[in-house]
Nanobody, 126 residues
Framework: QVQLVESGGGLVQAGGSLRLSCVAS????????VGWFRHAPGKEREFVAG????????EYADSLKGRFVVSRDNAENTAFLQMKNLKPEDTAVYYC???????????????????WGQGTQVTVSS
């Protein structure tokens, strides 16, 4: 399986921006679709965004459309999550996950992703 490592999290004031990176190793990321999820204390893990292996298809949680953008650079084996106009309620640990590019099931279902990174903390202060 592919190994994933997230980075780019940190502490930011409300209204600020962050770009998270998800670097893959062990396998080429071209063979995988990527999903981003987040987990806040006391809440269930939540789908954030997903992107197909080519980058031609993207999907977002309805509540995050317009503020978050998912992208990827297969040449660099890296996926990205650009977040802008951050709000305190965006505070969470953010995870990237990967699944086979031939899996066309519900992209927002975390159970369909066999590979996960360790997560990166994003904290938004008010």
């Amino acid at each position: 399986q592919v190994q994933l490592v997230e980075s780019g999290g940190g502490l930011v004031q409300a209204g600020g921006s962050l770009r998270l990176s998800c670097v893959a190793s062990g396998r080429t990321l071209t063979n995988y679709a990527v999903g981003w999820f987040r987990h806040a204390p006391g809440k269930e893990r939540e789908f954030v965004a997903g992107i197909s292996w080519s980058g031609s298809i993207t999907e977002y949680a309805d509540s995050l459309k317009g503020r978050f953008v998912v992208s990827r650079d297969n040449a660099e084996n890296t996926a990205f999550l650009q977040m802008k106009n951050l709000k305190p309620e965006d505070t969470a640990v953010y995870y990237c996950a990967a699944r086979d590019y031939k899996d066309y099931s519900d992209r927002s279902n975390p159970g369909t992703y066999p590979s996960w990174g360790q997560g990166t903390q994003v904290t938004v202060s008010s």
